[in-house]
């Protein structure tokens, strides 16, 4: 394998991929997260994981009603519910 410059500022050229100088420099941002992530801790020491999009978070406070919901429909465990906290 060689490695050649085709010009100069364009980069260099391995085969048939070219690494750009000015690539190496460039950072994406990252996206924003699509989903949060709370642990739901019940009365007796059990957990469950509860994931929530972002969109209908819009504070933590908010996430009880939602965990109540996912009782009911049978997504998460029944019982009592001591503590929900975020996780990511």
Do not use: C, H
Request: net charge positive; glycine share 8%.
């Amino acid at each position: 394998m060689t490695l050649t410059s085709r010009s100069p500022g364009s980069g260099f050229s391995l085969g048939r991929f070219t690494l750009r100088e000015d690539s190496m420099n460039t950072f994406r941002k990252a996206n924003p997260t699509k989903s949060v992530m709370f642990v739901v801790t019940y009365d007796d020491a059990r957990t469950a994981y509860l994931w929530v999009d972002s969109m209908r978070v819009g504070g933590d406070q908010a996430v009880a009603p939602i965990a109540r919901a996912q009782q009911e429909q049978g997504t998460l465990p029944e019982g009592n519910i001591t503590s929900i906290k975020r996780v990511r």
